[in-house]
């Protein structure tokens, strides 16, 4: 330790230790006794380390947590810090409607409040559920006090009659079976729950495994730490190492923002492509950086991400899961192949203390059908594509998840590679296309897109995981299981739709699927990145000067301040004004 770094005072002395304040320090001391603290420890100079716990009752996902953080407290106490564990708003993916959309910005808003507020000098970012990792990254941010990611872990592999099945993933096969007629709603059911085992996240490559990953592919979490299983002992003693770390941490003076950098920005783009990862890692990743004050231009994820190889063999995908994953080396044995083909800033900045490179060293994969070499990938080229056109400014393609089956039908047309024209089926929400997907008078084929809209941040309000749509009944019993999709809102990181998403604008904000109608044309040109409804200006402005599709009323208060403050997914659906705050932890709040 340098002497600077001895002598640097740390800001919860701002509270404990103030002597032109003693009565403040009387008050801010005294109710930390009632559970049997004493003044001695909070006086003694030893960095406070928050635990934000994001695990409870309403946070399956992150329940893990709870008792996870007895290890993380053990290494704080053993690396000479006092852990403060408080609650974070829950947030829990599958259940909160009408989206947990709705929530990231709001643990994010709350977070930044505890970690500002109160006496805090570094913290421990418990993650699991999607959202619940890209919110405390972007407070950390905002704050900028020393953190680290702790993740959770997936749960273990789920099992089905002999056949692996992941969460989500399973969700949309067998609701495609049972269209189909074959299954009932029974096994259904069955197959849904067999696929969630024990404690931990979603255990399939959806958003949650992505984002714990970006984590770690940023440099926020300790090497390894992402893809552990839930009930693994290995979680309990990376928890235990977290503790110790994040001590160290503080007394390093290591921040957020010596860390999120450009390059550890476009670490993690390149990871999420390698990984088929979801597509809520665009908004998300696009959400971190802003708050980092990283400027990430939302093309960056063609330019950055297209051209790179799908290695890891995870479902929706590829075919196993989390706990395979983790045996052939997880998230660092993923990022070993890019480092060795020179396709990652190694030099970047880690938690660890050392460089990316150095954190990689030797975490070369034996599992070569788990992990693919760089040379000998699952699928070549297989990272996102960025679409625009008079329908809207950003859309974004994952091109892992599209089957062969797809390809040869709409991509693969002689003379027409990666060009395919549609008639379009527009559907005003979920419900709309819950309501009508089965009507024939509508007149879905092969050569239809399903469009959504009214699902994007504004129109839900949120955006919702509702454009992997599947085709009509009928369809699929004749067997056409995909059709294209296109929508303003996202799909399931789990999903393994060919869907264009995150269109921004959203039709609600008066973007051009407002104006689109059933019937007509849809050109996509992934070549060129582009797809145009093939409707004339002047029918396009008629149409605009019609009444807009309906947008449901607010239902709660942060409905409302969520709409009238959150931007277009394209820009990752932050809060512009809350960008201008960061680092605001250099001036402690006034007592
Ligand atoms: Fe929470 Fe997937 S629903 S991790
Ligand atoms: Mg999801």
Known sequence: MSEKDQTRRLRSRDWFDNVE??????????????????????????????IAQSGSDLSPCNRIHLELAKRTRDGIRDAGGIPIEFPVHPIFENCRRPTAALDRNLLYLGLVELLNGYPIDGVVLTTGCDKTTPSQVMAASTVDIPAIVLSGGPMLDGW????????????????????????????????????????????????????????????????????????????????YRTGQRIVEMVREDLKPSDILTREAFLNAIATVSILGGSSNAQPHIQAMAAHAGVNLPPSIWQEHGYDLPLLVNMQPAGEYLGERFHRAGGVPAAMWELLN???????????????????????????????????????????????????????????????????????????????????????????????????????????????????????WPGSAEVV????????????????????????SGTSDSPSILNVSPESAAGGGLSWLRTGDIIRVDLNAGTCNALVEADEIARRQSEEAPPIPENNTPWEELFREKTGQLGQGGVMDFALKYRGTARKPPRH
């Open 21 to 50: 304040r003693m009565d403040m320090t009387a008050l801010y001391l005294e109710r930390f006794m009632n559970y049997g603290i004493t003044p001695e420890e909070l006086r003694s100079g030893k960095p406070i380390i928050g």
């Open 468 to 491: 992997n749509m599947q085709p009509p009944d009928a369809l699929i019993r004749a067997g056409t299981a995909w059709l294209p999709t296109l929508g303003d809102g996202r799909q």
């Open 341 to 459: 083909k020179g396709e990652l800033h190694g030099d970047c900045v880690t938690c660890t203390g050392s460089t990316m490179a150095e954190n990689l060293e030797g975490r070369e994969s034996r599992d070569r059908e788990m992990i693919r070499p760089f040379d000998d990938p699952l699928q070549e080229k297989a990272g996102f594509l960025v679409l625009s056109g008079n329908l809207f400014d950003f859309g974004i393609l994952k091109t892992s998840v599209i089957s062969d089956e797809f390809r040869a039908r709409y991509l693969s047309r002689p003379g027409k590679e990666g060009v395919f024209e549609a008639r379009a089926v527009v559907f005003d929400g979920s419900d709309d296309y819950h309501h009508r997907i089965n009507d024939p008078s509508l007149g879905i084929d092969e050569d239809t897109i399903l469009v959504v809209r009214g699902a994007g941040v504004i129109g």
């Open 160 to 239: 089905h009659e002999g056949e692996l099945v992941g969460s989500g993933t399973v969700i949309w096969r067998s609701r495609r079976k049972l269209a189909a007629g074959e299954i009932d709603e029974d096994e259904f059911l069955r197959r849904a729950t067999s696929s969630a085992p024990s404690a931990g996240h979603c255990n399939s490559m959806g958003t949650a495994s992505t984002m714990n990953a970006v984590a770690e592919a940023l440099g926020l979490s300790l090497t390894g730490c992402a893809a552990i299983p839930a009930p693994y002992r290995e979680r309990g003693q990376v928890a």
